[in-house]
């Protein structure tokens, strides 16, 4: 007997849910609310507007702007059609965006106002056959709302396989040329398995998302799962600390997804002890290494504060650390999800034993389908036994806890002795005159590089090297220790949170 198989389309789930629930909120963004009817009629008109303009199955859409209702409604409109959604990233340079529109041949793409300037300095150079403005019409972009309301709403949702492209989403590109890593209808489905049997989700959670939407974690930590399970949303156009204070006090606000320098943030506003966050029941911090003070500070707060790892091409969550063992296993990344496994190889691809050193490797099914035409550095990354390597350093000890230490490309290696960043920061990190701190390896005649730690402090503090390293020399090998300081006003960190190191090398070596 031929049994049919379900329709893995990930927007056929949310309007099924839209359907059952069309009253519900779907959508808090700048004071306005939609409910999942409006919402779910906004997403078969996008759709239809899309396919009137001959977007097929297979074509990409992109999306160019900041946070915003119409971003989620594109990205399900284009998924509605079998079509493939392409985040862009707001903060890129007109050449940069160029390469990426290029390298994705986009078919349509849409674009925030605010943002056009920059798409029209390079758009001679765009294979786009469609523009269109979210809002309004300008020279030679569609006014994607007037579309709407013409449009021809789509009644039937493409059937998807859980092989079939979702979404192409580029990697930071924090060296080299940015990638597109394909993700599959299954592998975003799978994640969000994997996450609710992690942390558990109910119709009832209102999730908060002020992390950019084109970054793995703002897209898919809680945005999509809050579609998938009908959950109010309350979006931030952008992250701002008060702000989403402001919003956890007003709307009652049970989980928020953010990177560790947007909780820092948070903390470090005056009026953050005052607060009212007692509805909060989980924040998941990932996009880098989170200092264990910052943990014991939302703990003191009673605030379950959850690490997870993962990386745009796990879609993203690699392990996860549940409420339940938050303090008694400070500082680790937790266990991998049920479908997924976890394991720490040698330079030979070898797995090594407990608390050994070596490169984290990932397996199951929410790894990408590969690289956008990079079929080289597809098979670099994916080995022939379907792991996925990160690129990360890291150990898993006795008990399967699995603890990063830092970048494969980013460890120091000073005198023959590596030393992981990540390790020093967070002794650092601790220090009261500190606010932010990076640790990098700078040339050195004598040692091969300098343990060089390059921090901003608070106003009206004062701190040397010498001062630095007497805090740290109880905590630290000796060789460990920072043998240069560089003070400055910020660090710089790509729209994911994450520092920008080959950043700091180049501006200091």
Not at 2 to 20: C, W
Not at 352 to 377: L, Q, S, T
Request: hydrophobic share 45%; net charge negative; aromatic share 8%.
């Amino acid at each position: 007997m031929h049994r049919p198989e379900p329709n893995f389309n990930v927007a056929a789930q949310v309007i099924k849910q839209a359907e059952l629930n069309p009253s519900d909120t779907a959508i808090i963004f700048e004071g306005a609310k939609r409910t999942y009817g409006e919402f779910a009629q906004r997403v078969r008109s996008l759709a239809g507007l899309l396919r009137g303009a001959g977007v097929c199955v297979g074509d990409r859409v992109g999306f160019l702007g900041f946070n915003q209702p119409s971003f989620i409604e594109t990205m399900f409109a284009t998924v509605s059609l079998g079509a493939i959604f392409v985040p862009l990233n707001f903060r890129l340079t007109g050449e940069e965006l160029a390469f990426i529109i290029d390298d994705a041949g986009v078919h349509s793409l849409i674009v925030d106002p605010d943002l056009i300037p920059v798409v029209e300095s390079v758009r001679e150079r765009l294979p786009c056959r469609r523009f269109y403005s979210v809002h309004g019409a300008l020279d030679g972009f569609a006014c994607l709302e007037s579309g709407l309301s013409v449009a021809a709403p789509v009644s039937e949702i493409a059937s998807s396989s859980p092989h079939d492209t979702l979404l192409i989403m580029y990697t930071s590109g924090t060296t080299g040329l940015p990638k597109g890593a394909m993700l599959t209808h299954g592998n975003i489905v799978w994640n969000n398995v994997n996450a609710s049997l992690a942390f558990g989700a109910n119709k009832s959670d209102v999730l908060l998302t002020a992390a950019p939407l084109f970054h793995i974690g703002g897209l898919n930590v809680m945005t999509i799962s809050a579609f998938q399970m009908g959950s109010p949303l309350v979006l931030l156009r952008h992250f701002d600390p008060e702000a989403v204070l402001d919003a956890i006090e007003e709307h009652s606000v049970t989980h928020m997804f953010g990177a560790p320098a947007m909780f820092l943030f948070m903390a470090q506003h005056p009026t953050f002890a005052a607060r009212d966050l007692s509805s909060i029941e989980i924040l998941i911090v990932g996009a880098a290494p989170c200092p264990e003070s910052l943990i014991s500070l939302y703990g003191q707060r009673g605030i379950s504060f959850c690490q997870g790892y993962g990386l745009t091409e796990t879609s993203p969550f690699a392990s996860f650390l549940g409420p339940q063992k938050c303090l008694e296993k400070l500082g680790s990344a937790g266990l991998p999800p049920v479908h997924t496994e976890l394991r720490i190889v040698d330079n030979d691809n070898v797995a090594v034993g407990p608390d050994e050193r070596g490169e984290i490797c990932i397996k199951g099914p929410n790894i990408m389908k590969g690289y956008w035409n990079r079929p080289e550095a597809t098979a670099n990354a994916i080995d022939e036994m379907g792991w996925f390597h990160s690129g990360d350093v890291g150990y898993i000890d006795e008990e399967g806890y699995l603890y990063i230490c830092d970048r494969l490309k980013d460890m120091v290696i000073t005198g023959g002795e590596n030393v992981y960043p990540a390790e020093v920061e967070s002794v650092l990190f601790e220090h009261p005159a500190i606010t932010e701190v990076a640790v990098i390896g700078l040339p050195d005649e004598k040692w091969g590089e300098a343990v060089t730690a390059v921090a901003a402090i608070t106003g009206g503090s004062d701190l040397t090297l010498e001062g630095l390293r007497d805090f740290a020399v109880a905590k630290l090998a000796r060789y460990k220790l920072p043998s240069r300081l560089h003070i400055v006003e910020a660090l710089p960190r790509n729209p994911a949170g994450k520092v920008l190191k080959f950043e700091l090398r180049e501006t200091l070596a």
